[in-house]
């Protein structure tokens, strides 16, 4: 599936990108955000920074930076939120843009030893807390 630019929210900073996602870090290929709802204590999203449908599309440079960013936002991701798991989701069947969904998973938290819920829209933080996630995650970068 090709989609248009102009019809993406990665590609264009509109407002629903920012009612559901908080801008970190520009990375090697990509950007990392921390997604708003956080039922899943320190969930993250990477985007690929061309607008590209799908993984298979990237060149294996590309593809290997893109993976290579997703890597270092793991890393980081584990030293900020200490998860007992992390979860990778690669969805695009109705929004074509390359990106992962990065969720932490606690033993004994929500739908752990499950597949995650895409937004269960429970939980939201304070800009503060959202801020100092965003440091912590700045700094384990």
């Known amino acids: 599936m090709n989609s248009d630019p102009k019809d993406c929210l990665y590609c264009q900073n509109n407002e ?4 559901l996602m908080i801008f970190v870090e520009k990375l090697s290929v990509s950007r990392l955000f921390i997604f708003r709802e956080q039922t ?6 990477v985007a690929y920074d061309g607008h590209v449908d799908d993984l298979n599309l990237l060149s294996d440079e590309q593809r290997n930076a893109f993976m290579a960013d ?12 200490n998860p007992a798991k992390i979860n990778y989701g690669a969805y695009s069947d109705t929004l074509s ?5 990065l969720i932490p998973k606690y033993v004994g938290g929500p ?11 429970s939980v939201y933080l304070t800009d503060a807390e959202y801020a100092e996630m965003a440091e912590a995650l700045k700094k384990a970068l």
């Open 40 to 45: 899943y204590h320190g969930r993250c999203l």
């Open 97 to 101: 843009h390359l990106h992962f969904h």
């Open 16 to 19: 629903t990108q920012h009612e």
């Open 70 to 81: 997703v890597a270092k936002t793991t890393r980081a991701m584990q030293k900020v939120f």
């Open 111 to 121: 739908d752990f030893g499950g597949v995650f819920q895409m937004n269960p829209k």
